[in-house]
């Protein structure tokens, strides 16, 4: 069974652009989570979606929002970007009932200048 | 505000050596707790995962639940070099895909 796909891989943008995200989950998993990690404030939870609604929100700026599409897949979008967003970006999936673990891709490493 | 606890190391054992990581959390009502390995430059991945009070084994890897105490630990027995890695507790906020990570614990294991 194929892993959570992120793509891309690695991103540089400059402060004020806007950057997308995207999330292949693993087959058959409806949830689809998002964090960031950084050296100081490790992961942190971005927001979680579920059969296309959003589930659950951490405590981010309404810069960053996300979708999740019929087929699961999910898109986080970041717009205004600032230097402090620079972090790696991770998207988990998990079969979204219960307390299911949640497997992680491989991220998005995001550089802002 | 929902906090899970654990040293940050690093921690050093020599190779064939029990490792010993805990986690504390503050949540009572917390369900469902997970450890991930992380290696530098790479993505979290899943160790193991545990619901019920007691031990549950996986190979070299144990972990162990306290919930009076609001405490996790993982043991990993025979510690081997490619274990060097950060050592990730989490715990479920809720019946959906939010976790509440530590801050990690870095392990290295000396040949």
């Known amino acids: 069974k194929a892993g959570v796909t992120q793509t891309p891989r690695y991103l540089i943008k400059t402060r004020g652009q806007q950057v997308t995200l995207s999330c292949s989950p693993i087959?058959?998993?409806?949830?689809v989570s998002w964090y960031q990690q950084t050296p100081g404030q490790g992961l942190q939870f971005l927001f979680e979606y579920f059969s296309e609604t959003q589930r659950n929100k951490g405590n981010f700026p309404g810069r960053f929002s996300g979708r999740q599409f019929s087929n699961s897949r999910s898109e986080m979008n970041v717009s205004t970007l600032e230097l402090g967003d620079s972090a790696l970006y991770l998207c988990?999936?998990?079969?979204?009932?219960?307390?299911?673990?949640?497997?992680f891709g491989n991220g998005t490493r995001l550089t802002v200048t | 505000q929902k906090e899970v606890e654990q040293n940050s190391g690093p921690l050093s054992v020599p190779e064939g050596a029990i490792a010993s990581l805990n986690c504390t959390y503050s949540?009572?009502?917390?369900?469902?707790f997970f450890w991930y390995r992380q290696y530098s430059g790479k993505s979290p991945e899943l160790i193991m995962f545990i619901y019920s009070n007691g031990d549950k084994e996986d190979g070299r890897f144990t972990a162990q639940l306290n919930k009076a105490s609001q405490y996790v630990s993982l043991l990993i027995r025979d510690s081997q070099p490619s274990d060097s890695a950060t050592y990730l507790c989490?715990?479920?906020?809720?019946?959906?895909?939010?976790?509440?990570f530590g801050q990690g614990t870095e392990l290295s294991v000396k040949p």
């Open positions: 988990a999936s998990s079969p979204g009932q219960g307390y299911s673990p949640l497997h």
């Open positions: 989490a715990v479920n906020d809720n019946q959906g895909g939010k976790l509440i």
């Open positions: 087959s058959g998993h409806r949830s």
């Open positions: 949540d009572r009502g917390s369900q469902s």
